[in-house]
């Protein structure tokens, strides 16, 4: 049956060149498209999703309220203090807590010495909660350390090439501060999904001196600068531990004035680590985040840009039905009944959308290192690792092959033999018609899509090109302190 199939395929393509070349063409190119979107939206919904704890995995946020009653500002980072109260006070639903602050150092080893901005300080336990993997030393032990400091694969390539970085010496110097660090071990580069990605991860030990040591360090409740994340026992409600938050903020700050709880002032809040990326936008983040909106507005268009594909198909499909007339009616008079042409018609539509499969993995495997680039992501069509995708693309290829199809299937089918034989037969109204809006509504979309576009790029081009009243590259800055 398939191989009929082909065989009416190519010996359309062979009696009609152009129009197959165009219906190929357009649904490769069509399906590319769509799939380097559906690549971009996949890599975003999959952010902090690779620790193995992800689903256990919660944020703290703070917020205060002001004198009306509504949050006046709401923080990504709390106070040292509050983590490690979590875990004392709620160690029956709590696993771990860690926290983390980053500064960026000027970091020297040798003659080498470069601004680095994704150096963190942490807990010990850090490499407990993040499922981020060592390639050598022991992580607790290092970061137990007076002095520890562990370090990036690519770090280790920048500052000691070829050379053991274990043991290693590193220089850090802020706020005319000067720091000493010994490499204590090395992890692999943190996955792109993440919505931070340190580079260096050293001990508290330095932030805890520099707040005037460790009593001062908790009993400091204004110094939002740590992110904090809570691993929770299994089994437990994160919705649960939030509620009780608030009577540990009034247990450990008191009063804001008389008769006003702490707590009716500032609040605690858990945020799931696989929300942060694309729902967390708030008044301090370790990095930008993205948002969920933009997300749907790039599936939409994928959506879009296929949906402009089946319709060209369609269109070019039914306008050569003249063509097939005579077919369809020697067909039917041999007996073939209008079942067995609609599978025929299908059959020609699945084959045609399967050879621009093909075509469009290719085109996607040539064009996706130039997209990575212009989104700035890490993204890849890795069948080996992700083996879910064959089956995602043979699925698109069959409903883009049951969309496209099945109108001119239809259609095609329907010719009555008497009439194509004896040369009277016409296309009805209704068929024009619907033509028609096919047309108008390909347009239409392809308008919509060309105008933000340039809305788009008319809008990036005045943000790169508008005066801002400074000039930035002689514009004096202060590096960002501890406090």
């Known amino acids: ?76 980072h709390v106070a040292a203090p509050f983590g490690p109260l979590i875990k004392s006070d709620f160690g029956d639903q709590v696993e771990e807590v860690v926290r983390l602050t980053n500064n960026g150092l000027l970091i020297r080893s040798g003659e080498n010495s470069f601004m680095e901005d994704e150096f963190f300080f942490a807990d010990p336990a850090v490499f ?46 802020i706020q005319g501060m000067t720091l000493t660090f010994q490499v204590r071990g090395v992890f692999e580069n943190i996955p792109d999904n993440t919505h931070m990605h340190p580079d260096f991860i050293a001990t508290m030990n330095p932030v805890i001196q520099f707040y005037g040591g460790l009593e001062a360090f908790m009993q400091n409740f204004g110094g939002n600068n740590f992110s904090t994340y809570v691993l929770l026992k299994e089994g ?58 933009y997300v749907y507005v790039y599936f939409a268009v994928a959506l879009f840009i296929l949906l402009i594909a089946c319709i060209n198909f369609m269109n070019l499909s039914t306008a050569r039905s003249s063509l097939r007339s005579m077919e369809v009616g020697l067909r039917k008079v041999m007996g073939a009944d209008r079942s067995r042409l609609v599978n025929q018609f299908m059959g020609e539509s699945f084959v045609m959308t399967f050879i ?53 299937a239809l259609f095609l089918s329907g010719f ?9 037969f016409k296309a009805g109204k209704g068929h024009e018609n619907f033509r028609s809006v096919l047309v108008v509504g390909q347009f239409a979309i392809s308008v919509i899509l060309i105008v933000a576009v340039i809305v788009v790029v008319r809008q990036l081009d005045f943000m790169q090109s508008k005066d801002l009243g400074f000039k930035k590259m002689i514009l004096w800055f202060c590096l960002q302190t501890l406090e």
């Open 128 to 173: 407990d909660v993040f499922s981020w993997n060592m390639i050598d030393g022991d992580p607790k032990a290092g970061l137990e350390s007076g002095d520890g400091v562990l370090i990036s694969e690519d770090m280790a390539k920048k500052y000691f090439g070829n050379s053991q970085a274990i043991g290693q010496e590193l220089i850090g110097e």
């Open 356 to 408: 621009s499969l093909i075509i469009a993995v290719i085109l996607v495997y040539i064009f996706l290192p130039l997209f990575s680039d212009f989104t700035q992501k890490q993204l890849s069509l890795n069948f080996i690792e992700h083996p879910e995708y064959f089956l995602v693309l043979v699925g698109l290829a069959i409903g883009v092959g049951l969309l496209a199809g099945s109108y001119p």
């Open 416 to 424: 009555s033999p008497s009439k194509v034989l004896k040369g009277t």
């Open 236 to 293: 437990y409600d994160y919705k649960a531990l939030e509620a009780q938050l608030p009577a540990l903020i009034d247990r450990n700050m008191g009063e804001a004035q008389a008769g006003v709880p702490m707590s009716k002032v500032t609040e605690l809040h858990l945020w799931p680590i696989e929300d942060i990326h694309l729902y967390s936008n708030l008044d301090s983040e370790i990095e930008a985040n993205g948002n969920i909106d």
């Open 1 to 76: 049956m398939f191989k009929n199939y082909f065989k009416i395929v190519f010996r359309n393509a062979k009696k009609n060149p152009l129009y197959v070349f165009i219906n190929i063409l357009g649904l490769s190119i069509g399906m590319a498209v769509s799939i380097l979107i559906f690549l971009f939206v996949q890599h975003e919904l999959s952010y902090d999703t690779y620790h193995s704890n992800s689903d256990r995995i919660f944020r703290v946020s703070r917020n205060w309220y002001n004198a009306d009653g509504e949050v006046s500002l709401h923080l990504g």
